[in-house]
Structure formats: C-alpha cells, structure tokens
C-alpha cells in the first residue's frame, strides 16, 4: 500500500465539504479535463515547477521541498499528523477530513492508506470525486468512506466528452454502483453558465438520479468568474472566458428544480 502521496493543498476548517467543520485534503492528478476547471493545478498527477518567482506567495500554496513548486510529496503518516491536530472540532461538530483533487481516485492506494489511518482513529470520512475512476476502485474504498461528494456535470454523453474530455457512462455506471452498495450520496453540480446550469441539462440529471435511494443532498455550485486570474497567475490557459457567475435570483430558480423530490439541496454547499 502506498505509503506516500502527491497533495498540492490542506484547507483547514472547511464548511463546504461535507457535514461539520472538516480539513480538505487535496491530491494532484484528474483524469478530466474539464474547460472551466477551478483547480487547474491540480490536473497534472506531478509536482510543477512554474516560470513565475512569486507564484507559491500569490497563490497561498503549501511549502515543497522544490522551490515554488505546485503540490508536495507527503507521507500517510505526516498527513494523519497534519490531521488529528483538529480532532476536536471533528468531534464537537459532526466533521472529519474531505478528500478531493483533482480527482482522489487517481492516487487509490494512497487514498486507501489515508482512508484506513482515519477510520482507525474515528474520524469520518468523505471522497469528493468526479466519478470517473474504475468501478473495482470504488468497490474498495467504499468500506472506508463515510460519504461521497459525486460529481454531476453533464447529462448528456457527447456533451460530456466535449466539455471534459472523457464520456460519462463510467462515471454514471459508479453512481448506481455507490448507491447499491448503500454508500452516502451527495450531488454537486457545478453550474456552468450556458452549458450545465440548463434546463435540459438539469432535468436530465434529475431523471438519472431520481431512482436512487441513497442520495441525501443536492449542491449547487455558482461559477466562480475569478478563476481567470488564477489561471493567469499559473501561466495557463481558460477555454471559457467572459462567463458571468448567476445572480441569486438564478441560483433560486436553479435550486428550486429540485424542490419535492426528497432531497436537501443547498447552493455554494
């Protein structure tokens, strides 16, 4: 099992990521390739070493052992360390440690090493994954998980693959495949303004997650417009440009599409 890992971020007191007050563990590595992706340090699976001197100040990004470099190697036992020095606030709230990326599911054994050091010490457990990852993976890691932040983006297949890069039947198929198992469910949406926060796009999300039983909450997830300096900053290119986020009143009218279906849906998370 795999005894180190590649992160690029540790945001502590997390409120979005899941029940209670969490700490967010961020991988490297995604396997899509998504135009309005809002952590593009995190596609490339390695450390990076960018052009720009000051990057690692503007960008608040944690210390390497490469100067001003893009992610770290860690070891399970340095980030469970990292990890219990909030225990407390696990405790008294209802939280515990939220692992995202990037996409988890590109590091498994890690994952699982740091998934099996949590639940040894108690701590409740979510993956916030984009789904695409082999159905076997998620098989394994299910035991350990508490809860899964799953990723919706695209309804539609052709669609899907213009946008991210990749189909979404494997992502659809580990969905049902999470619910039979009984696992905990939460939808994210990411509201792509024109392409994901549509009506047919949302209706058909509805339709697929309709019959399942083990989806507690929906989050609708606002596009963040600021992310072109973030890009600019990594020296990276934005396919998407000039998106506006939506107003409140949009983001009302988006949440209400799931109003009666049983769901807890809330916007931002």
């Not at 606030?89 to 939220?98: A, D, I, K, L, P």
Request: charged share 30%.
């Amino acid at each position: 099992m795999a005894d180190r890992g590649i992160i690029f971020n540790i945001n502590k007191y997390a409120v979005n990521d899941g029940p209670g007050i969490r700490t967010t563990i961020f991988l490297k590595g995604c396997p899509l390739n998504c135009q309005w992706c809002h952590n593009p340090e995190s596609r490339d699976s390695s450390i990076e070493i960018p052009a720009k001197e000051n990057l690692k100040k503007l960008l608040n990004l944690p210390l390497s052992e490469t100067k001003n470099a893009i992610g770290r190697t860690v070891t399970s036992e340095e980030l469970i360390k990292e990890i219990l020095k909030d225990i407390v606030f696990y405790e008294e709230s209802g939280g515990g440690v939220t692992f995202s990326g990037g996409e988890p599911m590109m590091q498994p054994e890690f994952l699982m090493n740091m998934l099996k050091k949590c639940k040894e010490k108690g701590i409740q457990t979510a993956i916030d994954t984009s789904g695409y990852a082999t159905t076997d993976s998620y098989k394994k890691i299910a035991e350990y998980t508490d809860l899964f932040l799953f990723d919706l983006k695209l309804a539609d297949n052709k669609e899907h693959i213009k946008y991210t890069g990749v189909p979404n039947r494997l992502i659809h198929k580990n969905l049902l495949e999470l619910n039979t198992l009984g696992k905990q469910i939460r939808i994210r949406i990411p509201l792509i303004p024109g392409i994901t926060d549509t009506d047919k796009n949302l209706s058909e999300i509805i339709t697929l997650i309709r019959p399942l039983k083990n989806i507690s909450n929906i989050d609708v997830l606002p596009f963040n417009e600021l992310i072109d300096g973030k890009y600019s900053r990594l020296e990276k290119n934005l396919s998407l440009n000039e998106l506006k986020m939506q107003s409140e009143e949009e983001l009302k009218k988006i949440s209400g599409k799931f109003d009666g279906l049983g769901y807890e849906v809330s916007i931002r998370g």
